[in-house]
């Protein structure tokens, strides 16, 4: 890929989606994936009950094998839980889940950017609106050149990135903690840290309003609307660890409660 693009210049840097990943993990130190609606909220929730999570990027039959294979329950698609299988993609069921929990998040989004990045090699954190500023503070100690990922969106029939502008601003707040010197900030990373500053006083009127916000409220799922946007209400960091989220401690740099 051309050089052009890879923010190589600068230690704080901003892009989005698969590509985005494929270009600037293999120059940075740290990847923060954002999916602000909802997988690294999922993730941020779940692992903040002391959970362990494992991205999986495909749902469908081998998602039920890799599942058992760890000993783990399956977050099913929203409106698809049952009994058997109580915990979906959204943030808000998985606020029951038990200490030592093990579950398999399969998100063809935000699954397959973290372990695309963490095949690169760079550390990888899931953050969110809610975890920003603890997310910032780890990144900062996990390495100088610290990367952030929006995710987007999909649109259903091209099945090409939709930038969302829940994971701009949730880009953007990430980044607001930082704070990075201006000089060491891409030009990307300074729009996406401008977009969160323009959003901040209303934070939970964009989430509520913007595409994906009013998708999920008329789909009966505006709980996890109001769980997103509840900005840094987590000290938790997930940071993906032998291809599972675990919480890193800030003390030890190493996973742990």
Same mark, same amino acid.
């Given at each position: ?9 600068? %230690? ?44 999986? %990027?495909?749902?469908?039959a ?24 109580p ?13 030592g ?5 399969p ?5 397959t ?23 910032a ?16 969106? %999909? ?7 939709r930038?969302s502008?829940?994971d ?7 980044l607001?903690?930082?704070? *990075?010197?201006?000089?060491t900030?891409?030009?990307e990373?300074?729009? *996406? ?59 030890? %740099?190493?996973?742990?409660?």
């Open positions: 890929m051309s050089p052009y693009y890879d923010q190589s210049a600068y %230690r704080t840097r901003f892009e989005w989606g698969p590509e985005g990943v494929r270009a600037l993990a293999p120059h940075s130190d740290v990847v923060v994936i954002v999916d602000v609606l909802t997988f690294s909220t999922a993730v941020d929730v779940a692992v903040g009950q002391g959970a362990t999570v494992f991205p999986y %990027r495909w749902r469908d081998s998602a039920e094998r890799f599942a058992r294979e760890h000993d783990a329950a399956l977050a099913v698609s929203r409106g698809a839980t049952s009994p058997a299988h915990f979906s993609l959204s943030p808000a069921s998985l606020q029951g889940l038990a200490p929990a093990r579950l398999v998040l998100s063809p989004n935000g699954a950017l973290s372990l695309l990045a963490a095949e690169a090699g760079a550390a990888v954190l899931a953050g969110s609106l809610r975890n920003a500023a603890a997310t503070r780890a990144a900062a100690a996990l390495g100088r050149r610290v990367t952030v990922i929006a995710a987007g969106e %999909r649109w259903p029939v091209s099945d090409t990135l930038p502008i829940e701009l601003i949730g880009a953007g707040a990430v607001s903690a930082l704070d *990075a010197p201006e000089p900030l891409s030009p990373a300074a729009i *996406a840290l401008a977009a969160f500053a323009a959003a901040a006083p209303r934070l939970r009127q964009h989430l509520d309003a913007c595409a994906s916000g009013r998708e999920l409220r008329e789909l009966g799922f505006g709980q996890d609307v109001a769980v997103a946007a509840e900005l840094n209400a987590s000290g938790s960091v997930p940071i993906l660890r032998d291809g599972a989220y675990v919480r890193w401690s800030r003390y030890t %740099r190493e996973p742990g409660a």
